[in-house]
């Protein structure tokens, strides 16, 4: 039997690269074995990667030697940043950086990067239509990672960029599920207006991923845009109410109201969904799920998502 080739995946504790792992050890026919990449090796998460086939080692995003050892060997990497993990753009560059870097010390030969718009590029800071935030960002969590982008190309590391879109999961772990109205309703609230979020499966990135890598040198230099489904906030609020059996309303408040919510965090989500409504034939558009669909053919649809997930979405 051929030797198999490493894929060194960052965040493997995380939704994305978990994913990802998890596509590599189901895929036991296929070219790639799985190195997961953890900072510790003996938390419940990486010793779960561990019973699943993965081998895990221990480095840290902050570490660039304990990089250049966990990619050392590898065929490629799946690398991921974890900006709510500090809530810093400059950091999330210099992670970057710390990754490419590695990535080019070890010679791999093929490098996934999840990356996001550089918003700065559809809405300069001279822009008002929405507030400058930290001195010199629009969305700080997608303009650092396209700022990030040239930081492969520029070491010459073979680079796919893969635009992710608005996790579904979301509704589970990062609070925007259905929330009670003042008259006991339940309602999802996002400055979205008429326009279409395009949403994925954090479990179909990985997979997707996968595909990428599968296919070889196709998509090095390339950038892969993906979703599950684009849909409306109506068409989103309309499946929850039908997977939870209960209505669910859309509140489309404005991005103003949004930013104003005061959770950590809100300005910089207030502006993302803005970007998002106001440039939709742009970010729904170049997001295809025919795309992720060839890619990854067991991609979901947000209805069958739901059908999976509905019970892990917390109600009030
Ligand atoms: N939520 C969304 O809708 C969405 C959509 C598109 C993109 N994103 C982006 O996705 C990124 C996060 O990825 P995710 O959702 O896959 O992560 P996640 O599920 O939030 O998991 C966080 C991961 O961060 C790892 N981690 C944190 N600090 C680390 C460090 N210093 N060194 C190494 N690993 C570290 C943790 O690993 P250990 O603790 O095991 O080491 C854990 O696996 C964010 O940058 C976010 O902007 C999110």
């Not at 080692?57 to 993990?85: K, M, Q």
């Not at 520029?154 to 893969?162: A, E, H, I, K, N």
């Not at 950038?223 to 684009?230: D, L, P």
């Not at 992720?292 to 739901?306: G, H, I, K, V, Y």
């Amino acid at each position: 039997m051929a030797t198999k080739k490493i894929i060194a995946v960052v965040g493997a504790t995380g939704a994305q690269g978990g994913g990802l792992v998890r596509a590599i050890v189901a895929d036991k026919r296929g070219a790639f074995v799985a190195r997961a990449v953890v900072r510790d090796v003996n938390s419940e998460k990486a010793k779960a990667l561990a019973k699943l086939g993965a081998e895990v080692v221990a480095a840290d995003i902050e570490d660039p030697r304990s990089l250049e050892r966990a990619f050392e060997g590898a065929y490629g990497t799946y690398c991921v940043t974890f900006y709510w993990a500090h809530f810093s753009p400059e950091k999330e560059v210099a992670h970057a950086r710390n990754l490419a870097q590695a990535a080019k010390h070890a010679g791999l030969k093929h490098v996934v990067w999840s990356t996001l718009e550089d918003t700065r590029k559809w809405v300069p800071l001279s822009d008002d239509r929405m507030p400058t935030l930290m001195g010199k960002y629009k969305v700080p969590h997608f303009d650092a990672k396209g700022e990030a982008d040239h930081l492969f190309t520029d070491l010459g590391v073979p680079t796919t960029f893969l635009l992710t879109s608005f996790y579904w999961d979301n509704f589970i772990h990062f609070g925007m599920g259905p929330k009670k109205t003042p008259d006991g309703k339940l309602a999802i609230t996002m400055p979205m207006g008429d326009k279409k979020l395009p949403g994925i499966a954090a479990e179909d990135i990985g997979r997707c991923a996968l595909g990428i890598f599968k296919a070889g040198s196709e998509y090095i230099g390339k950038t892969v845009a993906i979703a599950g489904e684009c849909l409306t906030g109506l068409q989103i609020a309309a499946a929850l109410g039908k997977a939870l059996g209960r209505p669910v309303t859309y509140n489309a408040v404005t991005p103003e109201a949004y930013r104003s919510f005061g959770f950590p965090g809100a300005e910089d989500l207030g502006n993302m969904f803005q970007f998002k409504r106001d440039f939709e034939n742009y970010f729904a558009g170049v997001r295809k799920p025919d795309v992720a669909r060839s890619l990854n053919p067991a991609l979901q649809t947000f209805e069958q998502w739901l059908a999976k997930n509905k019970d892990r979405i917390p109600l009030e």
